[in-house]
């Protein structure tokens, strides 16, 4: 895969502007390689060396990700960072906030239909024989993992999940071998577009490889039709495809997005 042509330009007005230039990133499959176990998804060092690099010339650098919070921040090491004490992270698709300024995690309590959710789920699986599915419980939303088990069993559950959600009043969020069931009202386009409004973006790029990506995808989109500069950006996988052809420039990965946010801090920040 290479860059599409349109990139160098696009690039070249972030170069230009760095102070108008949002830049916000999604994390796993982004900042991070997609592995088996979530507690050991760490952000690529070299994208966390760059944004720290970045976060002192850009006008606004942020974190838009299904994760709490205070996991990104545990996986990352973006906390206390130099170059990052301006950086702002919406957690489980915008339901949460913590900016770097005052390390002020805001978020909203535990919907009541999570809570039962966490109740009924254990037995809920049995009963599909949903063996070996793991559930993360995020606090705000639980995440249904099928990554290493059967392939088969992750098409299977879609329905009764989708069930499962409308009984209770929930929304389901599918990603990359896992479905998550949260309260709805929240997405990450509409938290980007918060960001970009709240700083006065002149231009945004956003980066991210999966589903739940596409609603700051279609922000960005928006923007570009409200003449402000948008650069998408997708970090590409075997597993999910859906962005690919929206995307100004497709990135084989984590290691890549690290070499590319890399190239930009080389170009505008000095050495
Ligand atoms: O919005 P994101 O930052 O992309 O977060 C989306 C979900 O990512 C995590 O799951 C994914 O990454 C795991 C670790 O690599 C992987 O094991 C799993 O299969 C992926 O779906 C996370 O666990 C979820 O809570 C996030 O919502």
Do not use: N
Not at 53 to 63: D, K, P
Not at 65 to 76: D, F, N
Not at 234 to 243: G, K, M, R, T
């Amino acid at each position: 895969m290479s860059p599409s042509i349109h990139e160098p330009l696009a690039r070249a007005s972030v170069v230009a502007d760095p102070g108008g230039t949002l830049l916000a990133l999604d994390f796993d499959g982004t900042l991070s390689h997609i592995v088996d176990d979530p507690t050991r998804a760490f952000a690529h060092p070299g994208s966390v060396e760059a944004l720290g690099r970045l976060g002192t010339v850009l006008g606004q650098v942020a974190i838009i990700t299904g994760r709490p919070v205070r996991q990104a921040l545990e996986l990352s090491g973006f906390e206390g960072r130099p170059g990052l004490e301006r950086l702002v992270i919406y957690g489980q698709y915008g339901a949460e906030r913590w900016d770097a300024a005052d390390g002020v995690v805001s978020e909203p309590p535990r919907p009541a239909a999570i809570a039962r959710l966490a109740e009924v789920l254990p037995g809920w699986l049995d009963e599909r024989g949903a063996h070996g599915v793991r559930i993360e419980d995020k606090g705000l939303a639980i995440a249904l993992h099928t990554r290493g088990v059967d392939p088969g069993l992750f098409d299977s559950l879609r329905a009764p999940v989708a069930a499962l959600a409308a009984e209770l009043g929930l929304v389901v969020e599918p990603g990359r071998q896992v479905v998550e069931l949260r309260a709805p009202g929240h997405d990450k386009g509409a938290a980007l577009l918060a960001l970009a409004e709240a700083v006065g973006a002149r231009q945004v790029v956003f980066g991210g490889d999966d589903l739940g990506d596409l609603p700051a995808f279609a922000a960005v989109e928006q923007l570009r039709a409200q003449g402000v500069g948008g650069l998408l950006l997708c970090s590409a996988s075997a597993e999910q495809d859906a962005l690919v052809a929206r995307a100004d420039v497709v990135l084989e990965g984590p290691d890549a997005v690290a070499a590319w946010l890399t190239a930009l801090a080389d170009e505008i920040v000095p050495a």
